[in-house]
Nanobody, 128 residues
Framework: QAPLVESGGGLVQPGGSLRLSCSAS????????MAWFRQAPGKDREFVAA????????FYGNSVKGRFTMSRDKAKNAVYLYLNSLEPEDTAVYYC?????????????????????WGQGTQVTVSS
């Protein structure tokens, strides 16, 4: 399991944009899937987006669909999350996660328990 390092969080005004990055060290890097989750104060960790490594298929949580985009760069062992049209409700710590154990299907790729290694998180604050 490659250590994961997130970056790119910060303070942004409503309607603004950010790009989060998640990099993995080690080679080869061949997870079954990679995902972004987020956790706001006092709330459960919420699924944001995931990418299935074998076919580059991307899945999104309902609250971010149409506003966020997840992509990968296999050559850099990295995944990205583009956050657009940000709202105060998007304020949270965003976590990158990797799945090295289970070939995911649509119903499992969104589950927290599918992922066995996590980054330290990066704070995103949306406020005027």
């Amino acid at each position: 399991q490659a250590p994961l390092v997130e970056s790119g969080g910060g303070l942004v005004q409503p309607g603004g944009s950010l790009r989060l990055s998640c990099s993995a060290s080690g080679s080869p890097f061949t997870p079954y899937s990679m995902a972004w989750f987020r956790q706001a104060p006092g709330k459960d960790r919420e699924f944001v987006a995931a990418i299935r490594w074998a076919d580059n298929n991307v899945f999104y949580g309902n609250s971010v669909k149409g506003r966020f985009t997840m992509s990968r760069d296999k050559a850099k062992n990295a995944v990205y999350l583009y956050l657009n049209s940000l709202e105060p409700e998007d304020t949270a710590v965003y976590y990158c996660a990797g799945n090295s154990r289970l070939r995911p299907i649509a119903s499992t790729i969104k589950l927290r328990e599918t992922y066995d290694y996590w980054g330290q998180g990066t704070q995103v604050t949306v406020s005027s």
